[in-house]
């Protein structure tokens, strides 16, 4: 049984996480924390250790029953009721109520209806892969996204938002439907927000529009935390300034440099080749996850492995961007480094739940993966 187990876990995976996890733990115990401050590090160590164990216990279950109707539309509604609660009993933080504080530690839903998400989605799209080319599965597959898109918006989360959006889009695209029809919906779209521009907006609400797409045009308001990112990241040259150097991160200049700034914080230290390092070493997951994906016994193993890889490069591209001024501040955290509990059991309850599935990989196609590696094909 034990045996069975082990072979389960794609170790590889587990060998290229391992060192991002220490990254982000050595950026923050770089940190010295104010007397009566917070300690990330030791706070960031007990949320690795969980989600590790969450890791593990999810890989352990027998996760084909999550396949059923019933068991996904239970967990879509349910996670629906707790978004909708946030406008009741939501704790606000950052100008948006997207928390539920317990006392002693906080938990953010939109996280985890990101995976929900992902699992409703592959399972509507492997259902329909006969007839996929209609277009009504764009509105309809929008219709499940753009319900939760929505009450995150309105918190307003408009980072998590936009992730909805994009594992939406992304499942849509590799699913096989008509790109035609996806382009005449874009159109659509492009059509509306340019009649809202016209038509619609003041001023004002241009302003905070582009404000917000080019947050470095304004460095002493909107684009302050952008313009101190790129500072971090620029100072720290090709090595770094070395480990507990941060002048940016340590004396307060870079804001939240244990969350959404944490990748400015590590690439002024370690510089750029140890930001390189990192880039590498998601890209390695991303191509585990995929490699995985593509071994999935039915299409929606296939689907939720695509998903899954498309939830961490949204994430990742996004957030990187940010750090790097390319892109606006929207306040989603880096995978695996970022401080924090609920993304980061999400993402371990994800890399769970694909492991679990990953033990019934179609045999013929790994059998053929190996006689074209060894060159028997």
Do not use: C
Not at 142 to 171: E, H, K, R, T
Not at 183 to 194: C, D, E, H, N, P
Not at 352 to 367: K, P, T, V
């Amino acid at each position: 049984m034990a045996q069975l187990f082990l072979k389960r876990i794609d170790w590889l995976l587990v060998f290229f996480l391992l060192p991002i996890l220490t990254a982000g733990l050595f950026t923050m115990k770089s940190f010295t924390p104010e007397k009566g401050g917070v300690d990330f590090f030791s706070r960031q160590v007990i949320w690795v250790g969980l989600s590790l164990v969450v890791f593990f216990v999810f890989s352990s279950i027998d996760f084909r029953f999550i396949k059923r109707t019933g068991v996904l539309v239970t967990l879509f509604l349910f996670f629906l009721f707790v978004l909708t609660a946030l406008f009741i009993l939501g704790k606000v933080s950052h100008g948006a109520q997207s928390w539920f504080d317990f006392g002693g530690f906080s938990f953010q839903p939109a996280d985890m209806m990101k995976l929900v998400l992902i699992l409703v989605l592959a399972k509507y799209f492997s259902r329909r892969h006969v007839e996929i080319k209609n277009i009504k599965h764009i509105f309809i597959s929008g219709l499940y996204a753009l319900i939760p898109f929505l009450l995150v918006f309105l918190q307003p989360d408009f980072g998590s938002a936009m992730v909805i959006f994009f594992i939406w889009l992304g499942m849509v695209l590799v699913s096989g439907i008509s790109k035609k029809h996806l382009l005449i919906v874009g159109i659509v779209g492009a059509v509306a927000f340019a009649s809202l521009w016209f038509f619609v907006f003041v001023d004002y609400q241009k302003d905070r529009i582009v404000n917000f797409f080019n947050p470095l045009a304004d460095i002493h308001g909107s684009g302050y935390n952008v313009f101190q990112s790129t500072i971090a990241v620029g100072s720290g040259q090709v090595v770094g300034k070395g480990l507990g150097f941060g002048t940016q991160s340590r004396l307060k200049f870079l804001p939240e440099p244990e969350t959404d700034f944490i990748f400015a914080a590590f690439a002024e230290e370690w510089g750029f080749v140890g930001g390189v390092i990192i880039l590498i070493l998601f890209s390695l997951v991303i191509w585990r996850i995929l490699g995985t994906s593509a071994l999935g016994a039915t299409n929606f193993e296939t689907l939720f492995g695509l998903g899954l890889a498309i939830f961490f490069m949204t994430h990742i591209i996004i957030n990187v961007g940010m750090n790097l001024g390319i892109f606006p501040v929207t306040g989603i955290p880096l995978p695996f480094m970022s401080y924090g509990g609920s993304h980061l059991i999400t993402e371990f309850a994800g890399l769970g739940i694909l492991m679990s599935l990953r033990r019934y990989a179609r045999s013929a196609h790994r059998d053929a993966m190996r006689n074209e590696f060894l060159g028997l094909q």
